[in-house]
């Protein structure tokens, strides 16, 4: 029986390398959205086909994350302008934008989107209450002075009402009660963390450094962590999120895209873009991954080549 050939779309419009992908979460109609941050400074936000909805519009240097709140009504922005900014996603509009003191490279909304988690080169983390944009943030572990980590905050990630996680170039992930300021666990990488994501329908934070991916439990818990080594350092990695037998990852060394079982098993090789791959993430149904390129460029690929979805239809998966 012949396997179909993986075909992917490709969306453009960037024009620097794209460095962070985020899908919202799935609607009632079975769609959703995605957004992308790129160095050329305008997140790009598009319809779950693919196509382009939208361009936010307003920051002075490159976007390194953008995440979109619950309900996908308001989107997040870390960016090199040394700002974090909140936007409407119907209108485009800027609705708040929150100075920083040096480059933001991590935001995240809180479930209800009634605060905003921010981090980056400063290494303080630091929340602020949307509901009084107005008002000093507050950061975690203690007063301004205070830093939440020993080197760049790469990311973080809000797991529930009252427990967020850092993860920073010093090797640590950091579990932190936001009620308390305070961290409430921490584990030590050998390395930097490049990359960490969480996976909301498996409630598992995906995490890269070094040659490894690492599934650990959002919220600290008996269940055990698992870790894969690779024989490549990966730049990010996303789990399948029904199926959580297979995840895939984007090397920084190479131009590939691969899926991997969790045993390290490497099940697919895709080749498409034209420079090293900086982001990769699976859609909320697990129909498709998406990466994003040095390239410029993103591409969608479906986890079953063939079948009709989305702009793909027929047996061949043609576009």
């Known amino acids: 029986m012949s396997t179909a050939r993986a075909v992917p779309l490709t969306c453009s419009g960037h024009t620097r390398p794209v460095v962070h992908l985020s899908f919202s979460a799935l609607d009632e109609d079975g769609t959703y959205l995605l957004v992308s941050s790129c160095k050329d400074g305008n997140p790009m936000l598009r319809e779950w086909t693919g196509d382009w909805i939208g361009t936010f519009i307003g920051h002075k240097g490159a976007v390194w994350c953008t995440k979109l709140s619950a309900d996908s009504t308001k989107a997040a922005t ?93 090797g640590a992930v950091k579990w932190w009660d936001v009620r308390t300021k305070s961290p409430t666990s921490i584990q030590n990488f050998p390395g930097p963390v490049t990359s960490m994501e969480l996976s909301v329908p498996t409630s598992t934070l995906v995490v890269t450094s070094g040659q490894t991916v690492s599934f650990i439990p959002a919220v ?91 702009l793909w239809q027929g047996a061949n998966g043609n576009i």
């Open 78 to 170: 870390g960016s090199a302008d040394f700002t974090a900014k909140i936007w409407d996603t119907f209108s485009g509009a800027a609705l708040h934008s929150f100075p920083h003191n040096h480059i933001v490279r991590s935001v995240a909304f809180s479930p209800t989107a009634s605060h905003l988690l921010t981090g980056g080169q400063e290494k303080k983390v630091r929340i602020f209450d949307l509901r009084r944009p107005d008002a000093e943030p507050e950061f975690l572990n203690g007063t301004g002075s205070a830093t939440a980590h020993e080197g760049t905050v790469k990311s973080v990630v809000w797991c529930d009402e009252w427990n967020a996680v850092s993860a920073g170039e010093d």
């Open 220 to 310: 600290p818990s008996s269940k055990p962590s698992h870790k894969v080594a690779l024989p490549y350092s990966p730049s990010s990695a996303s789990l399948h999120p029904t199926l959580s037998d297979r995840f895939v990852a984007g090397s920084a060394g190479d131009q590939w895209v691969r899926v991997h079982g969790l045993n390290g098993e490497e099940r697919e090789i895709l080749k498409g873009h034209h420079g090293p791959v900086h982001c990769v993430e699976y859609s909320p149904d697990g129909e498709m991954y998406a990466s994003g390129s040095e390239d410029g460029t993103i591409r969608l690929w479906q986890t079953t080549p063939g079948r009709s979805y989305g």
